[in-house]
């Protein structure tokens, strides 16, 4: 990776009347304006406080960008929402990793070096049935995905280019067949292996719901649909987990730690876990006449209910990806004929909402975890599924993002300060004297 921040301005900063100090301010591709703080304590014995990073940029990148108010979603600069009518997962993966889109023997090549990577050592096995079966899915991933780092030792070497790339191959082709095996360990049925001569997300979807005592056929529309919701999920800026995954990462931890890291964060309700409590939500709801009292309940500060699939740090409209799913869910329940009041209570939900001042004053719009859980459990997917999948889809952004940080010239280990309001410096006092 080549650092292509460019300087465009300065910035002076005079504390306390002291003597100006000046701060470059950087620009970046698509415009966004930042003051380079990096010297700022050496210069000024100062740090920035920031809970959240709200207003901190912790890392050049170009992989994706965001513009929260415009609600643009940006992969190497395509539109989301044409990569999700046009493209494919595995060609918005190669786009992710290596900055362009591949020709024809660029996408056969990764197609089918993914495709040679899908089947798991046997002896993970033997991990899953530590787990209890009624264990929550994303457990047996984030454990399992960690897991990984104990049979693969050759790819691990990440200051080579080799060893990243085997990495970055392995993980992408494994993390279905790990998903699949949770779902399946989960429901008591035996395990699927991967079927070479299938897509993707075909190859996912016959792992989850074929059964040694029938033939299965994968249904095109749900492959569509599938590959189109691994697309909208596979990578999206500097969010929590995939943070995460940079800051375990810059320590040279292996990348399947790092990977195991980024799905253990994205685990939480407030992020990737978003989209099983939202149709959760949309289930205590249950009819449309139940909407205000729930409007009321998110508005009510004493009360800590907030309607999930609802808000983003970044979006302050319509997050694209929950327009492209919207369509998608539609799709898919009429091609299967599914008529969810759920949908109804949702469509209901979305139009009061983005009408009240509480909601618009805010920037409160669907996000991408509004609609993806009506769609899957449409697809055949249970709730308790719908983060392993995020997780599956995003695991193609955390390593790209990943493999990005470890060319970066100017990366170090992450190490973020604090503002200390503990005690001050005392004696200890021995247990007869308290
Ligand atoms: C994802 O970062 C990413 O990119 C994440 C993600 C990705 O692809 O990686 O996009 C995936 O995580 C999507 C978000 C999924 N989470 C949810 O849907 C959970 C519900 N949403 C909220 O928890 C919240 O909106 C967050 C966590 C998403 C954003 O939190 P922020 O930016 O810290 O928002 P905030 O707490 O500063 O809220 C600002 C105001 C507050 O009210 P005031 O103090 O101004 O009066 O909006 C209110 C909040 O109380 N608010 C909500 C609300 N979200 C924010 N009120 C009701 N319901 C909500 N959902």
Redesign the pocket.
Known sequence: MENKVKQTGTSTISIDGAEPVEFPVLSGSMGQPAIDVRALSKHTGHFTFDP?YTSTCSTESQITFIDGAKGQLLYRGYPIEQLAEKSTFLEVAYLLINGELPNKTEYKSFSDTITNHTMLHDQIESFFHGFRRDSHPMAMLTGTVGALSGFYHDDQHTTEDEARNLAIHRIIAKIPTLAARCYKYRIGQPHVYPQNDLSYAGNFLRMCFAVPAEPYEVNPVIEKAMDKIFILHAD??Q???TSTVRLAGSSGANPYACIAAGTACLWG????G?NEA?LNMLGEIGTVDRIPEFIAR?KDKSDPF?????????YKSMDPRATVMRKTTHEVLGELGITNPVLEVAMELEKIATNEDYFVK?G?YP???FYSGIVLSALGFPTDMFTVLFALARTTGWISQWNEMLEDPSQRIGRPRQLYTGAPERDYVSIGER
């Open positions: 959240g999206h800026e969010n929590a987990s309700p407030s992020h990737g978003a939202a998110a907030r309607l999930m699939g609802f808000g983003h740090r970044v805010r409160l996000n991408v975890d």
